[in-house]
Structures are given as C-alpha cells and as structure tokens.
C-alpha cells in the first residue's frame, strides 16, 4: 500500500472543495467565522504532489511504517475487548506510563489524575487549550514562522494574535521584542521547541527568559512540544515542565504521531497543573470527549519501555544528514535542523521566484514538493525558503538531493 499520501488524494479533493464553499452564499444572515482560512498548505502541497507524482516532502509525514510490535499490541487489545470508551481524561495507566516517561526523560513529576489528559493529537490538545484558557479582546503572542493551527483557534474566541518575528537566519527569539509587544490585554504566549518549521530548539536561557517574562506579566505559556524527542547534534529539549516557576503558569502539549511514526493516530496530551487542567477537561469533553481506547492501551504499553523512544535523535539525524550530505554543492543553502524532522533550504542563489512559486515549479516540473515558508507568515514574509520533511525512506531522501543536484 502506498504511503506517500497518494492514497488520499480523493479525500484532498473533498477537503479543497468544502473550503471554497462559503456559507453565505447559501444563508443570507451567516457569514464565515474564519473568513481569512482557507485549505491548509499541508493538504494543498499533499495534493499537488500527487496530481504530479512527486516525491512528497511536504506534509510531515513518514514514508515508514509504525513498529510492528506496536501494531500488534493495538490489535491485541482490540480483540481482547478493549473497544468501547476510556474515561474522557485518558485512561488512567496511559496517564500514569505518561508520568513515567516524563520522569525518566525530563525528570519532572507530575500526577497522571490531575495533571495529564489525553487528547484526539496534538490539534484537539492546542484547540482545547486555547478555547478553555483565551478569552474575548485578550491578545496571545506568536513567532512567526508558526505552525498553522494556533491562530485560527485564537481567532475563534474573539482574541487578538500578535504576531513577532523570529530572527531572519537562526530563529530565535527577540526577548526585548516581547517585552515591549506586552500589554494590558496580553494573556498569552505560545512557543514551539523543537520548531516546526524552521527546525530550531530553545536554549536554556531562552527558557529562562522566558519563565522570567511570563512571571512579571502574569502570563500563561502555551508550549507546543511535539517534537520534544527530536533533537541533533547533542542538544537537548528544553520544556516548560523542567522549570518549577514556569510550569505552575504553562501547558505543555505533546503528540505520540511524531514520536512512534504514527501521524493518523491521532494521540497527543496534555501536561498543565491540576487548575488550568480542569478548565482544559471541560472543553475537551464536548470536542472528542476522549481519544481511540486499542490506541492508549498499545502506546502504554510501548512508552514503557525507553528504547522505543531514545533511539530518535540518532535515526532522524542520520536522516537529516543523508539529505544535507545529498544537497552539498548543489546551489540550495542551509544550516543543519537541530531539531524536529524538517530542514529549511534557502533558494536565493538560483532564482528571484517567490517562495511559493518555486514550490509549485519543483512539484510540476521536478516531481519534489516542499512547504513555501511565507504561508507561516502571517505578513507572507519571504525570504526564499522550503522546508523539506526529511522523515523519509534513505533512498527517498537520496532521490530528493539528487533531483535538488539539478537546479
Ligand atoms: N504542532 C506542531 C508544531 C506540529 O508540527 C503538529 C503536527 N504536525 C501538531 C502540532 C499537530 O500534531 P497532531 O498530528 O498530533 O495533531
Ligand atoms: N504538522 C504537519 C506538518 O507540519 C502537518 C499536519 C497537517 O497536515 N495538518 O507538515
């Protein structure tokens, strides 16, 4: 069976189509509530990938299958009758195996009845988040570059999202910028670490400047973590929940898809103190009120065992490395990921296109697809990059470089 999203090119076609359908074109009195989102670029790249028979390094995605093992031990459960609802907080020894790996992984400790609650991704996890915790007229800061699934939920709820930028070359962020962007209405700030997509990875002393900003200006941090076992080159993650102050204000959110190669599970959490936790439980019921039961008792059962996850940094790195190593010398630029399974290749060099231009020649005339960078930016900042998702098959990631070799 093909894995590369071909697939699902009927269902990208219905997706395409619901989106540029406007409900007031049908109801006098109803407009759109996100009049601004259209089709996701991850679907739209997906789908262009497939209409041109492209290698698809758009969509993070692997080209890889989940372990056996852990297929196994969802059909397991599935015929030992493990079929019907878990409680809607996640059950409580995935809660509890949850904890463990948290100890064991970021040395933290937390209680599983109180402070873990498993949610339908990380997409439920952030969409939950931001409707029980945001507010009408509050503003909530986001770095740009930035994921696709924070701001829309903002809007939803009335809120303003203010947008700063990360630094143009390393993507970090402006410590004074955010002081100065903070105001009365500023409720809260949304980080990502390891960053999808620029692949960078907050250091300590962001961490702390972070803990001291939020502190001062009594600040939620919303921290979208998903990639937290992804990091190269000897760095480490930093997480909110490593820093005692910071955690009693911050939520962090977490996705088993990019941890065990599973993206259409679906399973992600949440690890918030027990208040901020309740309001988070009381939105989560009524959106999945809880999460696929064969699913948490199989990754329960595998996040108990370390080597099922330490083994990440090293495979993804030689991954980054076989597709930078493929990319040398050719005119495409780019510092190294330190983290998350992407990697930016800057495109200046060989030609003035715009960023999304150039994607959409690579896909048609090359058959590679990429994510154009300026769809992170809510001012369609471009500076010329792709990102390239590298959780790819060894042969898929020569493949790639090879036809990058070309132009
Ligand atoms: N946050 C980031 C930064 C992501 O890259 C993704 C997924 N690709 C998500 C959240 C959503 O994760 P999930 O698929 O578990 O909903
Ligand atoms: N997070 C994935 C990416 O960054 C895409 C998820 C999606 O398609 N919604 O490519």
């Known amino acids: 069976m093909p894995l590369n999203g071909t697939h699902f090119k009927n269902l990208c076609d219905i997706d395409l189509r619901i989106s540029t359908f406007d409900v007031a074109s049908i109801f006098k009195n109803m407009t759109s509530k996100l009049p601004n989102t259209g089709t996701s670029i991850f679907t739209t790249m ?108 903002i809007e939803l709820q009335k809120a303003k999202t203010v947008h700063l930028k990360l630094s143009d070359h390393d993507f970090t962020i402006g410590w004074q910028e955010v002081v100065s962007a903070i105001t009365d209405k500023t409720r809260a700030i949304i980080i990502n670490t390891p960053h999808n997509p620029t692949g960078a990875v907050m250091t ?25 076992h ?59 009120f809880t999460t696929h039961t064969p699913c948490q008792f199989a990754i329960a059962d595998f996040v108990r065992n370390p080597s099922n996850y330490e083994y990440l940094p090293d495979f993804f790195q030689k991954k980054r490395d076989i597709f930078l190593d493929g990319v040398k010398g050719s005119r495409f630029e780019g510092s190294p990921a330190s983290g998350t399974y992407f990697q930016l290749l800057r495109f200046d060099n060989i030609s003035k296109e715009s960023d999304t231009e150039m994607a959409n020649r690579l896909t048609r005339e090359f058959q590679l697809a990429s994510i154009p960078i300026s769809n992170f930016f809510a001012d369609g900042h471009d500076a010329s990059y792709l990102r390239f998702c590298f959780a790819k098959e060894d042969n898929t990631l020569e493949k790639a470089a090879e036809i990058l070799q070309k132009i």
Do not use: C
């Open 204 to 228: 300590d002393a962001d961490m702390l400047a972070l803990d001291k900003i939020a502190t001062e200006h009594d600040l939620i941090v919303i921290s979208d973590e998903v990639y937290h």
């Open 46 to 153: 997906s789908q262009r990938a497939a209409k041109h028979g492209a290698l698809n390094m758009a969509q993070g995605f692997p080209d890889f299958d989940v372990s056996q093992e852990l297929i196994d031990r969802v059909a397991l459960h599935m015929n030992e009758g493990r079929n019907q609802y878990p409680p809607s907080a996640g059950i409580p020894d995935f809660r509890q195996a949850i904890a463990e790996m948290h100890s064991h992984h970021f040395g933290t400790s937390h209680d599983p009845e109180t402070e873990i609650t498993v949610t339908s991704g990380a997409t439920e996890a952030l969409f939950s988040t931001i409707t029980a915790l945001i507010h009408e007229g509050e503003e909530v800061i986001v770095f740009d570059p930035a994921y696709d699934s924070y701001e829309p939920v």
């Open 230 to 288: 992804i990091v190269f080159d000897g760095a480490k993650h930093r997480s909110v929940l490593q820093y005692p102050e910071l955690a009693k204000r911050s939520v962090a959110i977490f996705s088993f898809g990019k941890t065990f190669h599973a993206t259409g599970w679906k399973v992600g959490y949440v690890a918030a103190p027990k208040e901020i936790t309740a309001e988070i439980r009381k939105i989560h019921q009524f959106v999945t």
